[in-house]
């Protein structure tokens, strides 16, 4: 990598508002890399060049007037292709969408760029967010810097490769299973979850409402502490958003572990984590301890039932929100010449690939008479059993702490045909959606020369504690300093 897209994002900001590096040049540098290695990597559907030296070009203006040009100053982003941006295609990984060009830009994308940061693309990504391996892209799959037999995780696989291969700075996904924090550890990255409501939703496209929440991909926990201290904060156009303070994240990070309380869920962890998985995971402990910190044990006895449950909210959820697609207002439509129920069947019937429709499928039916109290209302009484596990877990800890994911990269077609195996693959971070709570990936090691992820859990709102965790392993460790061996 370059200088450039080697660096932080912290970083460049501080080199861009010093006028050491020109925005245009650090712009530059990234979408000439992108050139390179999107044969190789697959991470965009849609790179926006021109606007994005247009905007470089004002930062660079701006500083030169004496102006401030904020916290993200000429940093390059890339945004999972769900999140809106003014003309630029929303697609969302599918058929159903194209040739939709929204006429508003989401929130978060708003503030990034009011920070002064640079959009360089929309990132490719599972379907409506609806995987674990980017393999159910309507498009094309995208492939894990660190080999590229491998998938990058999911959903938001595209932004986590984008991050990992230098092809920007920061990214942002959408977590609403651990679509952040999955990919973020198979691609070797650092992936944040918000707590619910932290963060609006408008200009997201939703796939599970109560469930879905935007974060950041960055290579170092200091980056994403700064994108958090941008990107949270009420919004009035989203009714779900919090009206909470946002602390000045990156300010509070002082690499000190000292009296940290780890909890961590042994038995939970007793099965389906790969050796070399438990090894890394067993090890960040350690270091972690040897800063300091204390590692306990706690118990989460419901979270065995989380992907069931899951499966039941999220899907009823897709369903409602998913019904709009009819071929009526925006994207594709598929004309049947009779009527307009055969418009909508076979509108969405092409529009949709198969693990959307076994969704939506399953989600009709959890929903349906007879069956709601039987699966739905059930799933929501787990669902608080879940959250309340956690309430008392972590008052006993400051951070929960488990593998972000029980293995390491997959190869492609590995679990395709097996859609439950699939779904375990976010066996450890499904919980933290239905509680509602903040969750961080960071890397922690390798297992046959592939990233593995530690995973922190939070309080509700207390993001601060899963970055000073962090940041102080990150301090201990060089783990996120190492780059995929890409040509």
């Not at 963060?199 to 170092?220: I, K, N, W």
């Not at 309430?391 to 990269?409: K, Q």
Request: charged residues 20%.
């Amino acid at each position: 990598m370059s200088d450039a897209t080697a660096a932080t994002a912290a970083g460049i900001a501080r080199r861009v508002n010093a006028r050491e590096v020109s925005a245009v040049d650090v712009a530059r540098e990234h979408l000439d890399r992108i050139a390179r290695l999107e044969p190789q990597i697959d991470a965009f559907l849609h790179v926006t060049a021109e606007r994005a030296l247009a905007r470089a070009r004002a930062v660079d203006e701006a500083i030169a007037a004496g102006k401030p040009a904020g916290r993200l100053a000429g940093v390059p982003v890339a945004i999972k292709d769900l999140l809106d941006l003014e003309g630029v295609p929303t697609t969302c990984g599918s058929r159903v969408l194209e040739g939709y060009r929204p006429p508003f830009t989401a929130t978060v994308v708003e503030r990034l760029e009011a920070a002064g940061a640079i959009v360089v693309g929309k990132t490719n990504m599972d379907e409506f967010a609806m995987g674990s391996s980017n393999e159910n892209s309507a498009y094309k799959p995208t492939r894990n810097p660190w080999d590229l037999t491998r998938v990058p995780g999911g959903s938001s696989g595209g932004s986590a490769a984008a991050v990992a291969a230098g092809m920007a700075a920061l990214s942002l996904g959408s977590d609403t299973g651990g679509s952040i924090r999955q990919p973020a550890a198979l691609c070797g990255v650092v992936g944040l979850k918000p707590t619910y409501g932290r963060v609006s939703r408008y200009g997201l496209v939703a796939f599970a409402s109560s469930l879905d929440q935007v974060g950041p991909f960055t290579r170092t926990v200091e980056d994403s502490a700064l994108a958090a201290a941008v990107l949270f904060g009420r919004d009035e156009r989203d009714a779900t958003s919090a009206d909470r303070e946002v602390p000045d994240f990156p300010a509070a990070l002082t690499g000190d572990a000292k009296g940290l309380r780890i909890g961590v869920p042994w038995s939970f962890l007793e099965k389906g984590v790969d050796a070399p998985v438990l090894a890394s995971f067993r090890e960040a402990l350690t270091t972690l301890e040897s800063a300091g910190a204390q590692v306990v044990d706690v118990q989460l006895p419901h979270a065995g039932h989380a992907i069931a449950t899951y499966y039941i909210v999220a899907t009823a959820e897709a369903s409602s929100n998913l019904a709009r697609y009819d071929g009526v207002r925006y994207g594709l439509r598929v004309d049947a010449g009779r009527d307009l129920r055969e418009t909508y069947g076979r509108t969405r019937d092409r529009g949709f690939g198969p693990e959307v429709k076994r969704r939506i499928i399953l989600g009709t039916f959890v929903l349906s008479s007879g069956y709601y109290d039987a699966y739905y209302r059930r799933a929501q009484k787990v669902r608080t059993l879940i959250r309340q596990d956690f309430e008392r877990a972590l008052g006993a800890c400051d951070v929960v702490a488990t593998p972000t994911t029980p293995s390491a990269a997959f190869r492609f077609g590995e679990k395709t045909a097996d859609p439950l195996a699939m779904y375990l693959a976010d066996i450890f971070t499904v919980p933290a959606n239905l509680a509602g709570i903040p969750g961080l990936s960071v890397p922690c090691g390798f297992g046959d020369g592939l990233p593995v992820g530690l995973q922190l859990l939070g309080r509700a709102f207390d993001e601060a504690a899963l970055f000073r965790a962090g940041h102080a392993y990150q301090k201990l460790t060089r783990h996120h300093l190492q780059a995929p061996p890409l040509r």
